[in-house]
């Protein structure tokens, strides 16, 4: 099945920094990448999603970049602000089986002020 | 994100003990699912389903059990609990069907659950 990895595992950066989280998957076949943040005793809340026919997308200080080749995408967050400290998730999935997602161990976010 | 609730929010049982997590949805979703999240793991699936008929294992069923009593409700069952059950449990909702897919996964609050 598939195998998703994540890191680092923890991040520490400072206000106005950018933040960066990588991932990889193992199972070539999947084609949809969304990332959810979790903040501290919440429930994880998609933020960006990108799926395998496009390379890079934006919203307003984040951004996902997929490279299927390396089979690795990753969260870019720039202008960190202290409500961007939570916990990061990437997840992997094959739509047409049903989006079944597969996570990343998850990455510990602090934005220092 | 009120549309999908749990109950109860936290439980403390003992080892052996049967007990059932409930989540509800008012989101119209076909699609329903739970996960167990533990440090560093991430979250995991354990079970989901498509429809009401449609019951299906995840990567770590064993252990588990669900039942899909219409299309706003599905529960997950530990019929002997044993201590590595202890985590927080999530159950998620995304739309499907003939017409519609979408792909965002909409989580409800969660149920901490110790076992001792």
């Known amino acids: 099945g598939e195998n998703v990895e994540q890191h680092p595992s923890t991040l520490s950066v400072q206000e106005g920094d950018s933040a960066v989280i990588k991932c990889t998957y193992s199972?070539?076949?999947?084609?949809?990448f969304p990332w959810y943040k979790q903040e501290l005793g919440k429930r994880p809340q998609l933020i960006i999603d990108?799926?395998?026919?496009?390379g890079e997308k934006k919203d307003q200080r984040i951004a996902v970049t997929l490279n299927k080749t390396a089979k690795h995408f990753s969260l870019h967050i720039t202008e960190t602000q202290p409500e961007d400290s939570a916990v990061y998730f990437c997840a992997a999935s094959i739509r047409a089986a049903g989006n079944k997602l597969t996570f990343g161990g998850g990455t510990r976010v602090l934005v220092k002020p | 994100d009120a549309d999908v609730t749990q109950t109860p929010r936290n439980r403390i049982t003992k080892t052996g003990k049967r007990i059932m997590l409930e989540c509800s949805q008012t989101?119209?979703?076909?699609?329903m699912y739970w996960y167990r999240q533990d440090p560093g793991l991430g979250l995991r699936l354990i079970y989901y389903s498509f429809d009401v008929k449609d019951i299906n294992k995840g990567e770590i069923s064993d252990g588990y059990s669900v039942s899909r009593q219409a299309q706003a409700k599905f529960s997950l069952s530990l019929e002997s609990a044993i201590p590595n059950q202890t985590a927080l449990y999530f159950c998620a909702t995304s739309a499907g069907g003939a017409i519609l897919v979408t792909d965002t996964q909409y989580f409800g609050p969660g149920t901490r659950l110790t076992v001792l």
């Open positions: 990108i799926r395998s026919n496009v």
């Open positions: 199972d070539s076949a999947s084609n949809y």
């Open positions: 989101k119209g979703h076909d699609r």
